[in-house]
């Protein structure tokens, strides 16, 4: 009894009540391994700001974007970054029980078809006739047709090459396939991993310029810790928004962290591919006035509508169902302002 009492009271000097040092386990996936795009998560656990929620987090790689909300709807892990397409997938097929998305990062889809610039491609029904490859499964292949329907291409004229996803890059530099179905933020490294410049030596038809009004990454929850345990899930929202806008302004403490988590990667690397994911992926013009981690409800409606088509889903989920704002800080405190160093 007079350990414990010692204990409450240097507890109480030291600012820190007993009921703070009850921490939360969290088990956190990644979408894939560590990567650049990572550090709204890696700098909340290098900076301690996990740990000021009362929230212990471990957090490991993933095994791909769709991979994350299986590995969160398993039990495996209670909170993830990955895609929310796959989270409506999921929602269509067993209601009441897909991950929520309670944070939404990316709000402009990374799907793309990259072709050389030496084919001149300048429209995406020049494509017919051509030879694309890509991994099953992804978005972008398995949502090309409703992207050839929505630009008039003749899709039985395109022929698909399936591809495990490290052939996929050194397949379209070698000339092999004509164009490759990417995941931008990943194909564009992995070209200047091959030495080549994406911008200078290919062509880039993103989806989303071609009537594929979609989102993608964020960061979402268990249905169990959302009903268990909302306390932590609203720990960390505010965790990881904290964390994000510090990286818009500070790339520099994004790379700590990152090399802090995995100091196997290269740090320049992936500062640039955190610097493509804040210009290219998180600067929609709706996070002018929905702030970072917000979307737009009827854009989402929108996209399960393009997802359903795509993947043939029976049901369509509520956007209700796919996300969760209400562990999100007022707009004027998460507002967009990216300043690349």
Do not use: C
Not at 19 to 39: N, P, R, Y
Not at 84 to 94: F, L, M
Not at 197 to 211: K, L, Q, V
Not at 288 to 302: A, F, H, P
Request: glycine share 8%.
């Amino acid at each position: 009894m007079k350990h414990t009492l010692f204990a409450a009271v240097v507890a109480v000097m030291s600012g820190i009540t007993p009921a703070m040092a009850e921490m939360t386990d969290i088990k956190f996936t990644l979408g894939w391994k560590t990567q650049g795009s990572d550090a709204p998560f890696l700098v909340a656990l290098n900076e301690g700001y996990f740990e000021e929620e009362g929230l212990n987090v471990t957090i490991d790689q993933g095994e791909g974007s769709a991979a994350t909300v299986t590995r969160v709807m398993s039990g495996a892990y209670d909170a993830g970054f990955g895609d929310i397409n796959a989270i409506i997938q999921n929602a269509a097929a067993r209601p009441g029980e897909a991950p929520v998305m309670v944070f939404q990062m990316w709000n402009r889809p990374p799907f793309a078809i990259a072709v050389p610039k030496e084919l001149g491609l300048t429209s995406p029904k020049q494509l017919e006739g051509k030879t694309l490859g890509g991994a099953q499964g992804t978005p972008t292949t398995r949502l090309f047709p409703v992207f050839a329907r929505l630009n008039d291409i003749d899709i039985d004229t395109v022929k698909y090459e399936s591809l495990a996803p490290n052939l996929q890059e050194p397949m379209l530099i070698r000339g092999e396939i004509d164009g490759a179905y990417t995941f931008t933020v990943s194909s564009w490294f992995n070209l200047i991993a091959n030495r080549k410049d994406p911008a200078a030596d290919f062509d880039w038809f993103n989806y989303e310029d071609y009537g594929m009004d979609l989102y993608s990454n964020g960061m979402m929850v268990s249905r169990t810790l959302l009903a268990e345990n909302p306390d932590a899930v609203a720990g960390l929202v505010r965790a990881v928004t904290k964390a994000t806008l510090e990286i818009m302004k500070d790339q520099d403490i994004a790379v700590e962290a990152i090399m802090a988590f995995d100091n196997l990667v290269d740090p320049e690397l992936e500062r640039a591919r955190l610097e493509f994911a804040l210009t290219k992926l998180m600067n929609a013009p709706e996070t002018t006035e929905t702030g970072i981690g917000d979307l737009v409800d009827e854009r989402l409606t929108r996209s399960i509508a393009l997802i359903a088509e795509g993947y043939g889903l029976d049901t369509l989920p509520e956007a209700s169902e796919v996300f969760d704002r209400s562990f999100l800080a007022p707009a004027s405190e998460r507002m967009l302002d990216v300043s690349i160093n």
